[in-house]
Nanobody, 118 residues
């Protein structure tokens, strides 16, 4: 079955940058949609953005150009580049995969990686 493993989380100062990675296995990156979500303590999970098989990306309104999602098809790795970090970006970040290109039903999730901004 599809497996996703995030890495790259850590503690950063406000204004700094961080890049998260998500290595995907047993998944066809050429036919589906992958996304990043986050969940802060005590809050509901929210979507950060998604990337389709053809590299089309969409982002939540609050991202406002600070974050960029990309993928390396050869390495089957999804990335989330986060710039100008803010304390409110503190959350557990998850990558997820939808085997279709609808970007609606994400049946596969990673275990998450913690990002803390102070």
């Amino acid at each position: 079955h599809v497996q996703l493993v995030e890495s790259g989380g850590g503690s950063e100062q406000a204004g700094e940058s961080l890049r998260l990675s998500c290595v995907v296995s047993r998944y066809d990156v050429n036919g589906g949609c992958m996304a990043w979500f986050r969940q802060a303590s005590g809050k509901e999970r929210e979507g950060v953005g998604s990337i389709h098989y053809d590299d089309r990306t969409t982002y939540a309104d609050w991202v406002k150009g600070r974050f960029t999602i990309s993928k390396d098809n050869a390495k089957i790795t999804l990335y989330l580049q986060m710039n100008s970090l803010k304390p409110e970006d503190t959350a557990m970040y998850y990558c997820a995969a939808d085997i279709s290109d609808w970007c609606v039903t994400f049946g596969y999730w990673g275990q998450g990686t913690q990002v803390t901004v102070s």
